[in-house]
Nanobody, 120 residues
Framework: QVEVVESGGGLVQPGGSARLSCVASGSFVSIHNWGWYRQAPGKERQLVAGNYSDGSPKYADSVTGRFTISRDNSKNSVYLQMNSLQSGDTAVYYC??????????????WGQGTQVTISS
């Protein structure tokens, strides 16, 4: 079993910044891909930013230039730096990891989500 847990978020003023963190734990050998997703009320979950094994990040158009995803393999962690936050960024943010377990099988694990609310 591989568990991923997010932290960070909370209430942020418009134009402010926040940093989300996510750490994976359990019986795995490696994490290939990380992703940050978000889901606003009444909307589908969407990819915000992805960090892949080939090193190339991917961002949703709505966050390009404002959000930065980064990873620390030594800490089995991924981060999402969010700047110039807007009301439209309000959502529950989820961390997702894909990798290889010690038994050789691939895992795909989601975090429980962390609320980010942009409001004055």
């Amino acid at each position: 079993q591989v568990e991923v847990v997010e932290s960070g978020g909370g209430l942020v003023q418009p134009g402010g910044s926040a940093r989300l963190s996510c750490v994976a734990s359990g019986s795995f050998v490696s994490i290939h891909n990380w992703g940050w997703y978000r889901q606003a009320p009444g909307k589908e979950r969407q990819l915000v930013a992805g960090n892949y094994s080939d090193g190339s990040p991917k961002y949703a158009d709505s966050v390009t230039g404002r959000f930065t995803i980064s990873r620390d393999n030594s800490k089995n962690s991924v981060y999402l730096q969010m700047n110039s936050l807007q009301s439209g960024d309000t959502a529950v943010y989820y961390c997702h990891a894909i990798g290889r377990r010690r038994d050789g099988w691939t895992f795909s694990s989601w975090g429980q989500g962390t609320q980010v609310t942009i409001s004055s």
